[in-house]
């Protein structure tokens, strides 16, 4: 009698035992919360022979300094998703020595401009992180052009986090103001200037992206990752101020389809070499309906000085054919309808070589213990149609524990 | 007397160096994408576990872009007729390409 009692005493107790354990299915609730920001500056200079706006002939000198400030917020709800909130603000301050020969005066409207971009993202995560989907919304103005952008996406990976598929929607709604060279603007047409009470058209431009990606582990030192960015723009594709010149030096405004359809494929690929040295590699065929067909490759190769420290030397390389409605300076058919002498349009070759250093501390620096990342990253850009750049960026990171 | 004439080669402009580099480019992408391209094939994907990714997980093995290459995306958008399939825009949202 006593054994009999004591067992179902035993059964009683693992019972309820059992209907007091919490399940795995249960998540702490988080309240919405800083996670991490990021601050990226960058100085660019350029300069070349081959301005689009004085027909293909002229100076490209031009300087830009832009900033973009980085915050993502993140909650959790009972079920365990995350929610990731991240505020992009960016703004450019720019001096284009080209765009001073708008109106061939020192004071034209666009020789010193800023542009301002905010963006707003949000995704969800599911709890066991294999989910998510996503969606953004974004501004930016600038003295002739205006744009509304949002999109979304939704993205799956695999529990062991080997593989995973993304699939993204861009649309932009631009306009631009439609700013003639002084020479071509009907009686009665402005300049654009801010003072000018003189009207002026506005033309719309859609562009509408696909973002398809996949990620796949292949072993414990390399990763590769496919990319499709077909996208289709529509509207006042050519830039109204650019100028061409046909063979007798008469002057025109740039004129281009108001279609065009891109088809940019990429490959990435990284692999950790030995203790020290990453391999990373990026090649990319693009072509597109105006005749454009180019390659891309991009190699950098981190040396990991030590856990906190790396360099890496990088290199670019570039090769594109011209559009089909590309003609140097003062070589166009007078008859031609669509024609262009912007040299971004010719087929050019291109290397952009450099170096980056990152530095991330645990610790933080000088005594901010969520300042854990600073870097620089510097390369100088060479083009076989003359044009020469220089650009130096410096990032930094802050990151807040979870 | 036969006079002999110096042909004096004049220095590579770089106009004619980047000829030449263009000129060997499209064989040096092939032969890198298919480098890639085979690599890749010729390794089937292996089951690596969380533990296991210890390289993986570096920061420098990262497959997306460095936020640092931000501006540097968009200089190129502006001054190249091809984009994305890079991390960055692929169109629209600026004066640009």
């Excluded at chain 1, 079920?79 to 505020?87: A, E, S």
């Excluded at chain 1, 002026?200 to 990620?215: G, H, K, M, P």
């Amino acid at each position: 009698m006593r054994k009999i009692t004591l067992a179902m005493a035993a059964i009683l107790f693992k019972t309820m035992l059992l209907f007091g354990q919490t399940t795995d299915q249960e998540y702490e609730k988080k309240k919405l919360t800083l996670q991490e920001a990021s601050i990226v500056s960058s100085y660019y200079q350029q300069d070349g022979n081959n301005s689009a706006v004085t027909g293909g002939e002229g100076t490209e000198e031009l300087t830009d300094i832009s900033n973009q400030i980085t915050i993502r917020f993140s909650k959790q709800s009972e079920t365990g998703k995350r929610h990731d909130f991240t505020f992009v603000q960016g703004v450019d301050f720019y001096t284009s020595a080209s765009s001073d020969n708008i109106d061939r005066i020192d004071s034209s409207p666009s020789r010193l401009d800023v542009r301002t971009y905010p963006l707003l993202s949000w995704q969800m995560t599911n709890a066991e992180e294999t989910r998510g989907i996503t969606a953004n919304a974004s501004f930016s103005i600038e003295y002739d052009y205006t744009s509304y952008g949002f999109g979304g996406g939704w993205w799956a990976q695999s529990l062991d986090k080997n593989r995973l598929f993304s699939v993204e929607a861009q649309i932009f709604l631009d306009t631009w103001d439609v700013i003639l060279p002084e020479e071509l603007r009907p009686p009665g047409y402005g300049s654009g200037g801010a003072d000018d009470p003189l009207p002026i058209d506005q033309e719309a431009r859609n562009s509408y992206n696909l973002s398809f990606v996949y990620n796949q582990v292949i072993n414990k030192r390399m990763q590769v990752s496919l990319l499709a960015n077909p996208g289709l723009q529509q509207g006042l594709l050519s830039t109204p101020f650019h100028r061409v010149f046909d063979r007798d030096l008469l002057v025109m405004t740039e004129e281009l389809p108001d279609e065009r359809f891109k088809i940019p494929l990429g490959i990435n690929m990284r692999y950790f070499l030995g203790k020290s040295f990453i391999v990373r590699l990026h090649y990319r065929y693009y072509r597109d309906t105006w005749e454009v067909n180019s390659h891309t490759i991009n190699a950098e190769l981190p040396i990991k000085i030590n856990p906190q420290l790396s360099i890496s030397p990088f290199f670019r390389w570039h090769t594109q054919s011209a559009a089909e409605y590309y003609e140097p300076f003062a070589q166009h058919r007078p008859a031609a309808e669509l024609r262009t002498s912007d040299i971004d349009l010719a087929d050019l070759t291109s290397t952009y070589t450099g170096v980056n250093l990152r530095y991330q501390r645990l610790k933080g620096f000088f005594g901010v213990e969520n300042w854990n990342m600073v870097e620089f990253r510097v390369g100088i850009y060479d083009q076989s149609r003359g044009l020469d750049a220089q650009s130096f960026s410096i990032s930094t990171g802050f990151r807040l524990p979870e | 007397m036969l006079k002999k004439r110096l042909i004096k080669l004049s220095k590579p402009s770089a106009l004619n160096r980047f000829k030449r580099i263009k000129a060997f480019g499209p064989a040096v992408a092939a032969v890198v994408t298919i480098a890639m391209l085979s690599g890749c094939a010729a390794l089937k994907p292996e089951k690596v576990a969380p533990f296991e990714k210890i390289y993986l997980n570096d920061a420098e093995m990262d497959l997306a872009n460095r936020e640092i290459e931000v501006f540097e995306k968009n200089f190129l958008l502006y001054r190249e007729a091809a984009s994305g399939a890079n991390g960055g825009r692929n169109g629209g949202g600026c004066g640009c390409n």
